[in-house]
């Protein structure tokens, strides 16, 4: 499956930015799907992932209440909705596709996703 992530920008603090990442060569209904991102000489870290029944999300503590992940296997993308974003929220966004029921506690590692799409950079400014 091949990933493409899009929606990224500059944004002032307070604000809020949609993400987008689009599958294609196979459907994104048959994954588990995760976000991750990279801020400039830190390592990649988890942001949320969904699991194949949509019904069951997860989040960095860091992200709770203010990032919403959700799915929509019929257009094989998903989504990040980012709402009171921080400065400490600037980094390269990537989405990722796993296993289908992203087992307790694996999801926030990179290396249980198989996936990766290119990247998409938020820029979050004070």
């Known amino acids: 499956v091949q990933l493409q992530a899009s929606g990224g920008g500059l944004v002032q603090a307070g604000g809020s930015l949609k993400l987008s990442c689009a599958a294609s060569g196979r459907t994104l209904s048959s994954y588990g799907m995760g976000w991750f991102r990279q801020a400039p000489g830190k390592e990649r870290e988890f942001v949320a992932a969904i699991r194949r029944s949509a019904g069951s999300t997860m989040y960095a503590d860091s992200v709770k209440g203010r990032f919403t992940i959700s799915r929509d296997n019929a257009k094989s993308t998903v989504y990040l909705q980012m709402n009171s974003l921080k400065p400490e929220d600037t980094a390269v966004y990537y989405c990722?596709?796993?296993?289908?029921?992203?087992?307790?506690?694996?999801?926030?590692?990179?290396?249980?996703?198989?996936?990766w799409g290119q990247g998409t950079l938020v820029t979050v400014s004070s």
């Open positions: 990722a596709a796993g296993p289908p029921g992203l087992n307790s506690g694996s999801y926030i590692y990179t290396s249980t996703y198989g996936y």
